[in-house]
């Protein structure tokens, strides 16, 4: 899975712009809901062995593999600690988000 | 990313594919184990799918008008019509010469236990071909953690205060799919996503009506932290609250995961703030209902074909 790109939000300026039934004409990934995110995690790649685990379990699909190793999507990732939990060597640290 | 350099370049050992159906940006609440259910199952049944879902947390962590966070079509349907809407859609595939889509009702434990469970019924006695997704988080989640017939016993939720918690054992849906004879049930659980996307690969290659009950654990209904959705799912397997098992043709029962040494119910309970007024005398009463269902499931599989 490669980095997933943010969309843009959808704006109609009239009913006419409208579509007759209402389909959907595009994805949520403009919603970038790394808003949320109390704590971050960071992983130390230097412990990892990539074993996947962190990838797999993540609900918002916010971890993608690069140069096989796993690299935190933190447009989109709302700070859980599934990965950090389930990571079997303990390489993920949450910390707290300044802002 | 500044990768370790000193050490060789291993592929990643992921053990299940990666591509993607469902994306970033979805309404899920941190940790949700309904997501995951979502994301393993669409792994498996890959672009030919169309869901058809009805009123449940999914109609809400999809997105609203005019947006989608899955890469397949979704009819969202009326509450108590996921089975019949999704076979309807199976039909009109059908009449307009597509033999190959998989059309998947995919409904919370509201829609399918309770309100939806009398289409649901209708579509698996005719044997329609669909595969049916519950995404079990035991109470009406969406609308804010009302009583279901899949709340377990003992649970807190809003409509069953500590003070009168809910009394009556969870509705054994399987067992209930497994007396239709339909020719695949099974329980999969998120913290088991190799068991979950193999049976969704079974259950592809079926003909038939396709039950598939998922267990998703639910922070914000159980009142757990979020970063424990997968211990729990896994805790759920090893005190065999929820155990992890297939049925073929209503008879052939077969148990997944048998654990060496079943855990006290005690540690899966104790981890949920739903279940922590509980006094160790309903915790006895919650072991020993556990302990039957087990022993029963264990005789089932023991005497197969039924
Ligand atoms: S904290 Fe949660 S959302 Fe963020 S990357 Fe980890 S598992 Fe995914
Ligand atoms: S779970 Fe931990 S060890 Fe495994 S790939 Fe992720 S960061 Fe690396």
Redesign the interface.
Known sequence: ?KK?Q?TKK?IFHSEKEM?LA????????????GA?RNIRPEIN??N?I???IC???C????IY???????V?Y??C?????C???CPVKCITMVEEEK | ????QKKK????????P???Y???????C????A??AM?YVLKALGQRTALCIPACCWSVI??P?????LDVP?FHCAFETAAISAAGLKAGLEMVGDHETQVVAWAGDGGTFDIGIQALSGVAERNDDIIYVCYDNEAYMNTGIQRSSATPFGAWTTTTPVKHYKNRPKKDIDAILAAHRIPYVATANISY?EDLYRKVLKAKNIKGTRFIHIYAPC?SGWKT???????LGKLAVQTCIFPLFEVEEGSTWKINIKPREKKPVEEYLMRQGRFRHLTAEAIALIQEEVDRRWARLLKYEETSPL
């Open positions: 899975m997933q943010p959808i579509p209402p389909y959907s004409l595009g994805s949520m990934l403009h919603n970038r809901t949320w790649l230097e990892c990539q074993c996947g990838w797999k379990f609900p918002d699909v916010a593999i690069e140069n096989e190793y796993p690299v999507d447009t989109y709302k700070g859980c600690g599934l950090a939990e389930e | 990313m500044n990768h370790p370049q291993n592929k990643m050992r992921l053990t299940l990666l591509e993607e469902m994306h970033s940006g979805h309404l899920a941190q940790g949700c184990g997501t995951l994301r999809d997105g008008f005019p947006y989608s966070s979704i996503p922070p932290r979020p970063e424990d959705t997968i211990k």
